[in-house]
Structure formats: C-alpha cells, structure tokens
C-alpha cells in the first residue's frame, strides 16, 4: 500500500486526518466519564493533527476532495461536537446544574453544534468555488474549541458556576463562527 498515492483513502494525510477523528471519539467517552484533562489533552493533540494533515497533503500533494471533506468531519467531530461535550459535562459536573438551567444550556449547545456545522459546510461551498481569501470570515472551529476550552477553565476554577451565563458565552462563540469578522490565515 502506498501512503503517498493521491488516489489511496488510506494516504498519509487521510491517515492522519483519520487520528484526529480517533481523538475526537476517544475523548467524548472520557468526557462521559469526567475525566477532563486527558481528553483535553486528546483535543490538543487533534489540533496538532489537524495541522499536520494539511501540511501533508500539501507537501506530498495528496490533497483530493475526499481529504477536504474527511478533515471538515474531522474537524466537526474534533473542535464543534467534542467541545460542546466538555463544556456540557463538565458545567454540569463542576456546577451542579439542574432542570431549567441544564435544559437551557444543552439547546444553547445543540444551536452551537449547528452552527458550527453551517460553518463548515459554507466553508467548503466556498472552496468549491474557489472562493477562499486569504482570511476567514468568521471564526474558524479550531479557534472556536479553543473558545470554549477557556470557558471551560472559568467553570473548572469556579469563575463561572452559572449556567446561564455560560449559554450566553457559547451563543456569542455560536454567533462568532458565522459572523462577518475577518480572521487572517495562519
């Protein structure tokens, strides 16, 4: 099998794109299980794999249609669904929250993860149509897990302990990924 064939599912790139996806699932069952920090560190380590897989494709030229579009799973899974799952679970857990709160919150959540899938799938029809400047609008997901990953240590250090103020900081993220604002390419 060779792993520098654009034609191989299973190239290098894709492979690595297919270890962030591995982190993704690995680490909402942690999330379940409360253990929080390593599946921030599995987050992080998909965000490094993120990177490394475009670099990759680039360097190797194993870029294809089927690499774009496993990495926008990838980074849905990784840096909109994931994170929603920490920060849930873990206000939840850290806070004690209950009833109208939790239920609040987790429809804050399903519009975050909504909005993050919108994000990604208008940034693909823009690569289709070869679009993409030399910025993003609006604020990319990884940027957007890393969001939510602060608000996440408000919760843990006891900053925030209210739910409803942490649905108000996750709208405001939710918005951010489908906004106007102009965010530079690294």
């Given at each position: 099998m060779d792993f520098f064939d654009k034609d191989n599912r299973f190239?290098?790139?894709?492979?690595?794109?297919f270890g962030n996806i591995a982190c993704g699932v690995v680490a909402m069952y942690l999330i379940q299980q409360h253990l929080f920090f390593p599946a921030i560190i599995l987050a992080w380590i998909a965000g490094g794999l993120d990177i490394a897989d475009g670099k990759v494709a680039r360097k190797y030229k194993l870029s294809t249609e089927?690499?774009?579009?496993?990495?926008?799973f990838a980074d849905f899974?990784?840096?909109?669904?994931?994170?929603?799952?920490?920060?849930?679970y873990a206000v939840e857990f850290y806070s004690g929250i209950g009833g109208a709160e939790k239920l609040f919150l987790g429809v804050v959540f399903v519009l975050y993860i909504i909005?993050?899938?919108r994000r990604l799938v208008e940034f693909n029809l823009k690569v289709d149509a070869g679009e993409v400047a030399k910025h993003f609008e609006g604020v990319p997901t990884p940027?957007?897990?890393?969001l939510l990953w602060l608000i996440y240590l408000l919760v843990a250090y006891g900053?925030?302990?209210?739910?409803?103020?942490?649905?108000?900081?996750?709208?405001?993220?939710?918005?951010?990924l489908n906004s106007q604002i102009?965010?530079?390419h690294p």
């Open positions: 190239n290098a790139a894709n492979l690595i794109t089927f690499g774009v579009q496993l990495d926008s899974l990784s840096f909109v669904i994931m994170p929603a799952f920490l920060l849930f909005a993050g899938l940027l957007g897990a890393i900053v925030i302990g209210s739910g409803y103020v942490v649905a108000v900081l996750v709208a405001t993220v939710a918005w951010s102009k965010i530079p």
